[in-house]
């Protein structure tokens, strides 16, 4: 029997995207937050970043005292990159509280193994979640007393080995879609794709900063010829990546006048600071990303909604966390208008 749930189910809204804003306004903003902390201002640190272990643990402490519930005194983070494991690794750092981390997968192609280092175990399957629930409860853990901290993206949503591709995917055609609509039939769409899945890689990072918005345009201004792409690669091979800001203003004149006003807002909102400056591309990714949340493709990881669940009944505090940007989880006053739900509040088949 097929069973669709929502993150909210598990979490409530306490869900945190990569602005770090709380989806549960009755929790600490993150201005309130850093001033707390003495954190500066700027964009808002990155999981892999000890600053962002500090407001994930602040924000933590206040949930749990939001719903009344005893001084937590345990973290455990779930996820599938070395990014959970530092989140980990940060709030034991940061803490005298310990903080436990499960990184998983489904790797078919590898034995069931589970191994631990320190105090985060990797596992080659999801369901290898239930006996590191185990040991957890051998350790003395207090699960009332403990906020588990779940990963979104191809963790508890499109787990890594079982429908991660369809985040891709979707990814990727709210690229191919966003660029259709501001060129039209003219775009050539297989030169495009082949930029952007080239942009995607690794060593490119030093410019593309493993950000979509400045890969999908680049991509784009690649392919309408207003920049050389190969050129701009080898210098960035040979240590001389440019800025993103740079190549705004060589592609600018280059490119039709109907694009005029899109290089404004990107330039504008690159100078900000603002870290996902291209904001309609997010919202068709969104659209995409629901698309496959509804019919299927898209699926919530049985092993740890069904942990979640059990914990929570046990008082354990569950939030869930992405590093997707507002734009590409809550959606724009129009979209809501035509009856689009917010990730986390968006059906999908549990599996």
Known sequence: MSIRATIADLTGNVVIYRDLEACDLRLPRLATIRASLGHSDGPPPRKRDQAYAEVMQALADSAQQLRGGPTLTAFAVLGDTDNDRMLAAHLRIIGS??????????????????????????????????????????????WARTALLIDIDKTLL??????????????????????????????????????????????????????QDYVVATALWATLGAIELEPMLDAILHGTAPTISEIIAVATPRLPTSLASLQVELQARVAEGDPTPFKAFRRAELTATLDRMHDGRLTLCSDLFQVGQDLARRGALCMAASDKPAESALPSAEQAAAGMLSLHHTPALVM
């Not at 990797?122 to 207090?142: C, F, M, S, V, Y």
């Not at 191919?176 to 050539?188: K, M, P, W």
């Open 97 to 142: 509280r310990p903080a436990y981390g499960f990184i998983g997968e489904d790797r078919p192609v590898a034995d069931e193994a589970m191994t631990w280092q320190g105090a985060t175990a990797t596992a080659t399957r999801w369901h290898l979640i239930h006996p590191w629930i185990a040991e957890l409860e051998a350790r003395g853990i207090d």
């Open 158 to 211: 499109g787990p890594r080995g079982r429908s991660d591709g369809a985040i891709d995917d979707a990814r990727a055609e709210g690229a191919l879609v966003i660029a259709s609509q501001l060129v039209g039939e003219t775009l050539d769409v297989s030169t495009f794709r082949r930029y952007y899945s080239e942009l995607c890689r690794k060593e490119w990072h030093s410019y593309t900063l493993d950000n």
